[in-house]
Nanobody, 130 residues
């Protein structure tokens, strides 16, 4: 059974930083992609960043370039993949629930398109305040 579990959210002050984790397990994501999305109150879910499991290719939303870093760890013997999303110099508009999902071919993920993403996690909340 596929599982995606996000963690690392919390309260951060403006200008601060934090790192979110998404652990994907339960199936082989050999050449697939893991994407991070966020949904602020009253807004649609939007793409933040995406990374290729094998080649490390990335997509980062234009408005967040320079403040976002995405990376991944692979444990192939455990069929476990972890994607990290680092938010640097947090802003109030970064307040949202952050979700991860997978995309076997990257067609959606590398465009930041939530349509076509699979296996959404339960999300982790980030609040930028203070």
């Amino acid at each position: 059974q596929v599982q995606l579990v996000e963690s690392g959210g919390g309260l951060v002050q403006p200008g601060g930083s934090l790192r979110l984790s998404c652990v994907v397990s339960g199936f082989t994501l050999k050449d697939g992609y893991i994407g991070w999305f966020r949904q602020a109150p009253g807004k649609e879910r939007e793409g933040v960043a995406c990374i290729g499991v094998s080649d490390g290719s990335t997509y980062i939303q234009d408005s967040m370039k320079g403040r976002i870093d995405i990376s991944r760890d692979i444990s192939r013997d455990k069929d476990q993949y972890t994607a990290y999303l680092s938010i640097l110099e947090a802003k109030s508009e970064d307040t949202a629930d952050y979700y991860c999902a997978t995309d076997p071919l990257g067609v959606s993920c590398l465009r930041g398109n939530r349509i076509g993403m699979n296996g959404w996690g339960q999300g982790t909340r980030v609040t930028v305040s203070g």
